[in-house]
C-alpha cells in the first residue's frame, strides 16, 4: 500500500519545458504528489523533490536536460533527502540512458507513466536504486481524469494522446506513442465537474485533435458539438488541429456553436511548397492546404487563423523557401510560429 506521507510536507518543484501537452502534464504531476503529501514551490532551492518536464522538440533537447540536472548537484551534496528525476519526451525517447549520462538523476518516467509517479518517488526515497519506467501502454484505453488543483477561469483537457501521422521531422510518435483518445462520455463528465468547479473556458489538447475517435465512432466534430451542446461551459478551445483532417463538418459545427466555439484555429502548414510538404509527409498540397483556408474563412468569417512554419527544411531550395513566403500573403495569417 503507497504511503500517503512520502513528500512529509516538503516542497515539490518542477520545471517545465515545450508544449501545452507539457504544461498540462505538470499540472497532473503536482496534483498527484499532492495528494501525497508534497507541497509546490516556486524555486529548486526550496524543495526536496526536482522534476523536470523535458521535451524533445528543440534543439538540443537531451543537452538541456544534462544542463538543467547538472546544476541541482550540489544541492543534492548537501541534502541527502533531495531526489531528482526526469519525466517528458526526453525521458520517453532515452530512458535508463539518461540515468547513465546524468549520475545525479534518480528517476526516469516516460509520457505513460506519469500516473506512476508516486510509486516512482517512493521507491526512490526508499531505496539506493535507479528507477525507470517508460514504457508505452498502447494497449490500454486511454483514461484519465483531468486533474487541476485550483482551477482558474481556463483550463486544458486532453482528448487524445499520441499521434499517427509520421510528419518526418517530428518525433511525437516515438515519445508520445500510438494515436488513442478519450471517450465522448467521459469527457463531457470531465468538463462537467471542471464547471462546477468555475472553470468557464477549457482548450481540447490532442497532437491531432482532428483525428479524434471515441469508443462509440464519434470525431472531432461530434466532440465539439456535444460539449457545446451537453455541458454549461462558456468557451471551447482547440489545438491541434492537422490540415487534412480538417473537415467541412468541423467548419459547420464551428460556425453553428459561434457562441461558445472561439473563432481561433491555428492550422500548422510548415511549408508553402508541395515538394516539400511530400518530403515532410503532411498528407497535403499547397493548393489542398489553401482550399482548407478557403473553406473555413467562407464558413467561420472573422476567423483567426495562425500557422506553424519550418525554415530550411533539409533540401529546401531558394525558390521553395519563396513559395512559403508567397503562402503568408496569400493567407494572411494573424500570427505565425516560425523555426528554423
Known amino acids: 500500500m503507497l504511503n500517503q506521507n512520502i513528500g512529509q510536507g516538503e516542497g515539490v518543484y518542477i520545471s517545465t519545458y515545450g508544449c501545452q501537452m507539457n504544461v498540462n502534464d505538470t499540472e497532473r504531476m503536482l496534483s498527484l504528489l499532492e495528494m501525497v503529501n508534497f507541497v ?4 529548486p532551492e526550496k524543495a526536496s523533490l526536482i522534476i523536470i518536464n523535458s521535451c524533445s522538440v528543440r534543439e538540443k533537447p537531451v543537452h538541456k536536460v544534462h ?6 548537484r550540489q544541492m543534492k551534496e548537501k541534502n ?4 531528482i528525476g526526469v519525466g517528458g519526451c526526453v ?42 519506467s517508460a514504457r508505452f501502454e498502447n494497449e490500454k484505453p486511454y483514461s484519465v481524469e483531468t486533474l487541476v488543483r485550483n482551477p482558474g477561469v481556463s483550463t486544458f483537457v486532453n482528448i487524445a494522446k499520441g499521434c499517427d501521422n509520421f510528419c518526418t521531422f517530428c518525433v511525437v510518435p516515438f515519445t508520445r506513442g500510438r494515436e488513442r483518445s478519450r471517450t465522448l462520455k467521459e469527457l463531457v463528465s470531465d468538463i462537467n465537474a471542471l464547471t462546477a468547479r468555475g472553470v468557464k473556458e477549457v482548450t481540447l489538447l490532442g497532437q491531432n485533435v482532428n483525428s479524434y475517435e471515441s469508443d462509440c465512432g464519434a470525431d472531432f466534430a461530434t466532440l465539439l458539438e456535444t460539449v457545446a451542446r451537453d455541458t454549461s461551459i462558456e468557451r471551447i478551445r482547440y489545438t491541434t488541429s492537422h490540415p487534412k483532417d480538417f473537415d467541412q463538418h468541423l ?21 508553402g511548397n508541395t515538394e516539400v510538404l511530400a518530403r515532410m509527409n503532411r498528407g497535403y498540397s499547397r493548393e489542398q492546404y ?9 464558413g467561420i468569417p472573422g476567423v483567426i487563423l495562425t500557422t506553424d512554419l519550418i525554415v530550411g527544411f533539409p533540401g529546401e531550395t531558394a525558390e521553395q523557401f519563396m513559395d512559403t513566403l508567397s503562402l503568408i500573403k496569400e493567407v494572411r495569417y494573424d500570427n505565425i510560429y516560425a523555426f528554423k
Open 40 to 43: 509546490p514551490v516556486d524555486a
Open 67 to 72: 544542463s538543467e540536472a547538472g546544476k541541482y
Open 80 to 83: 541527502p533527502r533531495l531526489r
Open 91 to 132: 525521458a520517453q525517447q532515452e530512458k535508463a540512458k539518461l540515468l547513465k549520462d546524468v549520475p545525479v538523476l534518480d528517476f526516469v518516467f516516460g509520457t505513460d507513466a506519469i500516473d506512476q509517479l508516486p510509486e516512482l518517488v517512493a521507491r526512490a526515497y526508499d531505496t539506493n536504486e535507479k528507477v525507470v
Open 251 to 271: 467548419v459547420n459545427i464551428s460556425a453553428k456553436y459561434r457562441a461558445k466555439i472561439c473563432d481561433y484555429i491555428h492550422l500548422p502548414a510548415q511549408s
Open 290 to 298: 489553401l482550399e482548407k483556408v478557403k473553406m473555413i474563412r467562407d
